[in-house]
């Protein structure tokens, strides 16, 4: 097995000493992987992921054992040096394409100017490569869009040009966080049909952050299911969609309809209750009031097992448990 | 856009008509023009002889017009005490007062955009308290009594400049700095807002995911989009300022507009006084449409 | 996230801010009420034995005159609690004059809209292309000086940015979800007006009266400093530092004692604003 392109353990994100966002997660992606963090909003993942990029906003601490990207140690890595690797070996994408391109210049000044700072490429150079990404990313007339701002692109335009943009230096890593969600259903399936041959193509590790359990079904090659600031349970996506064995992961996925699986008259599964703030500190299982297996248990420490090749859960219940209770 | 600019144009030719009339009332409703022209000593005869003399005799919509016609085609009459046409006294005034409102939004904007980008950037430290507080201390200030201040610091006990007239670029640096004062505040805090909502917007959080430097982030990404609304206040200080020019020229004898009107008003010279109403109200017109368009240029969204 | 964390010290700060705007404005108003009954000597008694009499704390200054006397001999504590009287009713009334035109003049047009609105916003525009201190001293100048005139006439320059925020404000009132379901409910406009949007934008524009109110204060110096305002021997605080001018290069104080309490008393109603604004603010952020 090789080295991860990204690692993090025990990753922990605190705002001003009230809230922590991200307790401890934990994650790793391989070499031209898509992994899939999925979870409720308010659960951290976003944090997560502005976290290892190192985009974190000011006031916020930042801790873990383990944050490596390519063998390298991001931990104490000064603000300098770490830019040098953002939009170089490591890349994101937003949300909100409609607010995250600037509206003062062009798509073709915003996209070269990754290339001149990073590999001090010439303007002219820079431009061809800009006009080459975007008819990557399936932009017709790449050479006029280049010349447009912001505001004359629909938003599936610009989470387009927010790509092809991500792609300009050629990293190793894409983190993407709910590239799709602001976008309309059909436009949705043709940036993640995108993402999907990109990561083929070049190689690319794709971290994807999402809420929407179809879009892991259909892309991910790994799944880490993120609970109030914890990765609670991390499988193969096969696997993990066959066998979850954490309560808040199968909670998760009995709210999802599946044709032929749920029976029409069958009421759809919902998890009572909202995500949790915790406080810096918090002791034992995050899931306990919300879950339907509590025991006195899940106050204490709370293991981490396996449960079956690469899948970890975080849960006091033994990794049997569903099939005990099944026969029971 | 054009369509826009037509009707910014056509509003502005509207407020200008408006307040051509406006100066013309405001010296036709203050009282009797030919017992103020006269003076106190005068007889009825004089009084009498100085209505016919100045047209005040006709009926008030003719001079109206009248003053209409002639002002639209830039004749204001002539000034009663210095004895020379309106136009050409404001002509060769008009300079030394553009001179200095020119200065003061210099030092004005050399002084509130930096401190403005440092508060935002140490948003809710020590400094940018430090910054705001200027502001408050900047919008308290009485330009009369800070002008006297410097007069006496500057000008008397350190002797650095001098202290009132108008012969050299030196005269004008005290002004500028007193003028400069009013409008710092609100260019300070305009700049101040327009870089924290800039720096929290998502295309700075792009920029950041781009590794782009500090310096290109803060002076290319956000400053750019937290300019467009300082430009168009700037514009319409520029033209407060040489509206508030009359005090500050009448303290340090800065032989501008403003204190062309200071002493008209204090001679009873009238056409000159609603002269530099209008002339200064159109400037005022002039500026605001000027900013209309630089925020067009600097704005793509409004280009089109 | 980070700006709800930042808040807690935030407040405290804008709270001390406003406390020391009351504080600030509350004396001198006290000072204004009460102080000519207090201090022991007439402000309009010349006494030219006892001319440019300096404050208690330079050398030669007694307690007699604690802040001196002017040119004329007058006591200049008196004079400066007596110009706190002229200042803040000056203040007081231009505020009542201009917030009675410019609210209405907003509230129509964001109520109304339309044509309405389009009025509105012309009279404004043409309010502020001209320029305020010239046609003041104009007008001032040619009707001669008097304590109503600068009331009347700052009261009818100043209005300008009571009908914005009015303006705006009433806009923002009109379009709430309340309000609508008050019209579908049939209440009549002037029960809206007078039941959900006076009572919304009130807030907004106590914090412009502050603001107004110091601009106030500030053009009645400067027209009575340019001998255009309140007429002497009245000691407005413009006018006392108008008549110390010739006297400032020898001692300098004359100046300072009037354009401090100037300073201050601005300083502190733009306090009590920004610490208003900020609160009224924060509210609306909860």
Same mark, same amino acid.
């Given at each position: 097995?090789?080295?991860?392109?990204?690692?993090?353990?025990?990753?922990?994100?605190?705002?001003?000493?009230?809230?922590?966002?991200?307790?401890? @997660?934990?994650?790793?992606?391989?070499?031209?992987?898509?992994?899939?963090?999925?979870?409720?909003?308010?659960?951290?993942?976003?944090?997560?992921?502005?976290?290892?990029?190192?985009?974190?906003?000011?006031?916020?601490?930042?801790?873990?054992?383990?944050?490596?990207?390519?063998? !390298?140690?991001?931990? *104490?890595?000064?603000?300098?040096?770490?830019?040098?690797?953002?939009?170089?070996?490591?890349?994101?994408?937003? !949300?909100?394409?409609?607010?995250?391109? *600037?509206?003062?210049?062009?798509?073709?000044? !915003?996209?070269?100017?990754?290339?001149?700072?990073?590999?001090?490429?010439?303007?002219?150079?820079?431009?061809?490569?800009?006009?080459?990404?975007?008819?990557?990313?399936?932009?017709?007339?790449?050479?006029?869009?280049?010349?447009?701002?912001?505001?004359?692109?629909?938003?599936?335009?610009?989470?387009?040009?927010?790509?092809?943009?991500?792609?300009?230096?050629?990293?190793?890593?894409?983190?993407?966080?709910?590239?799709?969600?602001?976008?309309?259903?059909?436009? !949705?399936?043709?940036?993640?049909?995108?993402?999907?041959?990109?990561?083929?193509?070049?190689?690319?590790?794709?971290?994807?952050?999402?809420?929407?359990?179809?879009?892991?079904?259909?892309?991910?090659?790994?799944?880490?299911?993120?609970?109030?600031?914890?990765?609670?349970?991390?499988?193969?996506?096969?696997?993990?969609?066959?066998?979850?064995?954490?309560?808040?992961?199968?909670?998760?996925?009995?709210?999802?309809?599946?044709?032929?699986?749920?029976?029409?008259?069958?009421?759809?599964?919902?998890?009572?209750?909202?995500?949790? #703030?915790?406080?810096?500190?918090?002791?034992?299982? @995050?899931?306990?009031?919300?879950?339907?297996?509590?025991?006195?248990?899940?106050?204490?420490?709370?293991? #981490?097992?396996?449960?079956?090749?690469?899948?970890?859960?975080?849960?006091?219940?033994?990794?049997?448990?569903?099939?005990?209770?099944?026969?029971? | 856009?054009?369509?826009?600019?037509?009707?910014?144009?056509?509003?502005?030719?509207?407020?200008?008509?408006?307040?051509?009339?406006?100066?013309?009332?405001?010296?036709?409703?203050?009282?009797?023009?030919?017992?103020?022209?006269?003076?106190?000593?005068?007889?009825?005869?004089?009084?009498?002889?100085?209505?016919?003399?100045?047209?005040?005799?006709?009926?008030?919509?003719?001079?109206?017009?009248?003053?209409?016609?002639?002002?639209?085609?830039?004749?204001?009459?002539?000034?009663?005490?210095?004895?020379?046409?309106?136009?050409?006294?404001?002509?060769?005034?008009?300079?030394?007062?553009?001179?200095?409102?020119?200065?003061?939004?210099?030092?004005?904007?050399?002084?509130?955009?930096?401190?403005?980008?440092?508060?935002?950037?140490?948003?809710?430290?020590?400094?940018?308290?430090?910054?705001?507080?200027?502001?408050?201390?900047?919008?308290?200030?009485?330009?009369?009594?800070?002008?006297?201040?410097?007069?006496?610091?500057?000008?008397?006990?350190?002797?650095?400049?001098?202290?009132?007239?108008?012969?050299?670029?030196?005269?004008?640096?005290?002004?500028?700095?007193?003028?400069?004062?009013?409008?710092?505040?609100?260019?300070?805090?305009?700049?101040?807002?327009?870089?924290?909502?800039?720096?929290?917007?998502?295309?700075?959080?792009?920029?950041?995911?781009?590794?782009?430097?500090?310096?290109?982030?803060?002076?290319?990404?956000?400053?750019?989009?937290?300019? =467009?609304?300082?430009?168009?206040?700037?514009?319409?200080?520029?033209?407060?300022?040489?509206?508030?020019?009359?005090? =500050?020229?009448?303290?340090?004898?800065?032989?501008?507009?403003?204190?062309?009107?200071?002493?008209?008003?204090?001679?009873?010279?009238?056409?000159?006084?609603?002269?530099?109403?209008?002339?200064?109200?159109? =400037?005022?017109?002039?500026?605001?449409?000027?900013?209309?368009?630089?925020?067009?240029?600097?704005?793509?969204?409004?280009?089109? | 996230?980070?700006?709800?964390?930042?808040?807690?010290?935030?407040?405290?700060?804008?709270?001390?801010?406003?406390?020391?705007?009351?504080?600030?404005?509350?004396?001198?108003?006290?000072?204004?009420?009460?102080?000519?009954?207090?201090?022991?000597?007439?402000?309009?008694?010349?006494?030219?034995?006892?001319?440019?009499?300096?404050?208690?704390?330079?050398?030669?200054?007694?307690?007699?005159?604690?802040?001196?006397?002017?040119?004329?001999?007058?006591?200049? %504590? +008196?004079?400066?609690?007596?110009? +706190?009287?002229?200042?803040?009713?000056?203040?007081?009334?231009?505020?009542?004059?201009?917030?009675? $035109?410019?609210?209405?003049?907003?509230?129509?047009?964001?109520?109304?809209?339309?044509?309405?609105?389009?009025?509105?916003?012309?009279?404004?525009?043409?309010?502020?292309? $001209?320029?305020?201190?010239?046609?003041?001293?104009?007008?001032?100048?040619?009707?001669?000086?008097?304590?109503? %005139?600068?009331?009347?006439?700052?009261?009818?320059?100043?209005?300008?940015?009571?009908?914005?925020?009015?303006?705006?404000?009433?806009?923002?009132?009109?379009?709430?979800?309340?309000?609508?379901?008050?019209?579908?409910?049939?209440?009549?406009?002037?029960?809206?007006?007078?039941?959900?949007?006076?009572?919304?934008? +009130?807030?907004?524009?106590?914090?412009?009266?502050?603001?107004?109110?110091?601009?106030?204060?500030?053009?009645?110096?400067?027209?009575?400093?340019?001998?255009?305002?309140?007429?002497?021997?009245?000691?407005?605080?413009?006018?006392?530092?108008?008549?110390?001018?010739?006297?400032?290069?020898?001692?300098?104080?004359?100046?300072?004692?009037?354009?401090?309490? /100037?300073?201050?008393?601005?300083?502190?109603?733009?306090? %009590?604003?920004?610490? /208003?604004?900020?609160?009224?603010?924060?509210?609306? +952020?909860?």
């Amino acid at each position: 097995m090789t080295a991860p392109l990204l690692d993090v353990r025990g990753l922990k994100v605190q705002f001003g000493g009230h809230t922590a966002a991200v307790r401890g @997660a934990s994650l790793s992606l391989r070499k031209g992987e898509t992994h899939c963090l999925v979870g409720e909003s308010g659960c951290g993942k976003s944090v997560t992921a502005l976290a290892v990029m190192g985009l974190l906003a000011r006031g916020a601490r930042r801790q873990a054992e383990v944050l490596s990207f390519a063998g !390298q140690d991001l931990r *104490n890595l000064s603000e300098g040096r770490m830019s040098r690797l953002r939009g170089d070996r490591m890349a994101m994408i937003f !949300q909100e394409p409609m607010t995250s391109l *600037n509206p003062a210049y062009t798509v073709g000044s !915003q996209m070269t100017e990754v290339l001149r700072r990073h590999r001090g490429t010439p303007r002219a150079q820079a431009v061809d490569r800009a006009a080459e990404l975007l008819g990557r990313v399936g932009i017709t007339a790449p050479g006029m869009r280049l010349g447009q701002f912001p505001h004359q692109l629909s938003g599936g335009l610009r989470q387009r040009v927010m790509i092809a943009m991500a792609l300009m230096c050629e990293p190793e890593l894409l983190v993407a966080d709910e590239p799709t969600t602001a976008l309309d259903v059909t436009v !949705q399936a043709q940036i993640l049909r995108l993402l999907a041959a990109l990561q083929r193509e070049l190689g690319l590790g794709i971290l994807l952050i999402t809420h929407d359990l179809g879009i892991v079904a259909r892309i991910a090659d790994r799944v880490s299911v993120m609970y109030a600031g914890e990765v609670v349970e991390s499988a193969p996506t096969a696997q993990l969609f066959a066998a979850p064995r954490h309560p808040y992961t199968r909670g998760l996925l009995s709210c999802v309809p599946v044709p032929g699986k749920v029976r029409r008259d069958e009421p759809l599964g919902s998890i009572p209750g909202v995500v949790p #703030r915790l406080p810096p500190g918090f002791q034992g299982c @995050a899931f306990r009031d919300r879950c339907p297996h509590a025991a006195p248990a899940c106050a204490g420490p709370v293991p #981490r097992q396996p449960a079956g090749p690469e899948h970890e859960f975080l849960c006091t219940l033994p990794p049997d448990w569903v099939r005990r209770a099944e026969a029971a | 856009m054009t369509r826009f600019l037509l009707r910014r144009l056509a509003v502005a030719l509207l407020v200008a008509m408006t307040v051509l009339t406006l100066s013309f009332m405001l010296t036709r409703l203050s009282g009797d023009l030919a017992i103020s022209i006269a003076g106190p000593n005068a007889t009825q005869e004089d009084v009498e002889l100085i209505r016919r003399a100045y047209g005040l005799d006709r009926p008030l919509t003719v001079q109206y017009f009248d003053w209409i016609g002639r002002a639209v085609l830039g004749d204001f009459g002539t000034s009663y005490f210095f004895r020379e046409r309106v136009s050409t006294l404001i002509g060769s005034r008009l300079p030394i007062t553009l001179t200095l409102g020119l200065v003061g939004l210099g030092i004005a904007l050399v002084v509130a955009i930096p401190l403005g980008i440092i508060a935002a950037v140490r948003e809710g430290s020590w400094v940018d308290r430090a910054v705001m507080l200027v502001a408050l201390v900047g919008q308290a200030m009485p330009s009369f009594w800070l002008g006297l201040l410097l007069m006496v610091v500057l000008g008397l006990q350190l002797q650095w400049l001098p202290i009132s007239g108008t012969g050299s670029w030196e005269h004008f640096v005290m002004p500028g700095i007193v003028l400069a004062f009013s409008a710092i505040p609100a260019l300070m805090r305009l700049t101040r807002s327009g870089m924290v909502e800039a720096l929290a917007s998502d295309y700075i959080r792009t920029a950041r995911a781009k590794g782009l430097t500090r310096l290109s982030i803060l002076a290319k990404h956000a400053l750019r989009n937290a300019a =467009i609304p300082v430009v168009s206040i700037a514009a319409v200080q520029l033209g407060f300022m040489l509206g508030g020019s009359i005090v =500050i020229e009448t303290v340090f004898a800065l032989h501008g507009v403003g204190f062309l009107a200071w002493e008209s008003i204090s001679k009873n010279d009238f056409p000159v006084v609603q002269a530099v109403v209008l002339v200064l109200a159109l =400037i005022y017109i002039g500026l605001t449409l000027l900013a209309d368009l630089l925020n067009a240029v600097l704005d793509p969204r409004l280009r089109a | 996230m980070s700006a709800t964390l930042a808040a807690p010290r935030g407040r405290v700060r804008h709270r001390l801010g406003l406390a020391l705007g009351v504080l600030i404005v509350g004396f001198i108003g006290l000072a204004a009420i009460f102080g000519p009954a207090l201090t022991p000597h007439d402000p309009f008694a010349q006494d030219l034995g006892q001319r440019l009499v300096v404050p208690f704390w330079m050398e030669g200054g007694s307690l007699e005159h604690p802040l001196g006397t002017d040119q004329l001999g007058r006591d200049y %504590l +008196a004079r400066l609690v007596y110009g +706190a009287r002229i200042s803040m009713v000056i203040g007081v009334l231009t505020v009542i004059a201009s917030g009675l $035109i410019g609210i209405t003049l907003g509230v129509l047009g964001g109520f109304f809209g339309g044509r309405v609105d389009d009025v509105v916003l012309f009279a404004i525009t043409c309010r502020l292309s $001209i320029p305020v201190v010239l046609v003041a001293l104009a007008v001032v100048g040619l009707m001669g000086n008097s304590f109503t %005139l600068v009331i009347l006439v700052l009261g009818l320059l100043l209005w300008d940015r009571f009908a914005v925020v009015a303006r705006s404000t009433t806009m923002q009132v009109r379009n709430l979800d309340y309000v609508s379901a008050a019209w579908c409910a049939g209440s009549s406009r002037v029960s809206i007006l007078a039941r959900e949007v006076l009572p919304n934008i +009130a807030t907004h524009l106590a914090v412009v009266a502050t603001l107004e109110m110091a601009l106030a204060i500030l053009l009645e110096a400067a027209l009575s400093f340019l001998g255009l305002g309140v007429p002497p021997p009245l000691p407005s605080w413009g006018l006392m530092i108008a008549e110390a001018k010739d006297y400032m290069y020898f001692s300098p104080w004359v100046i300072m004692v009037p354009g401090v309490a /100037l300073f201050v008393l601005v300083f502190g109603i733009n306090l %009590l604003g920004d610490g /208003l604004r900020d609160m009224l603010g924060a509210q609306d +952020a909860r």
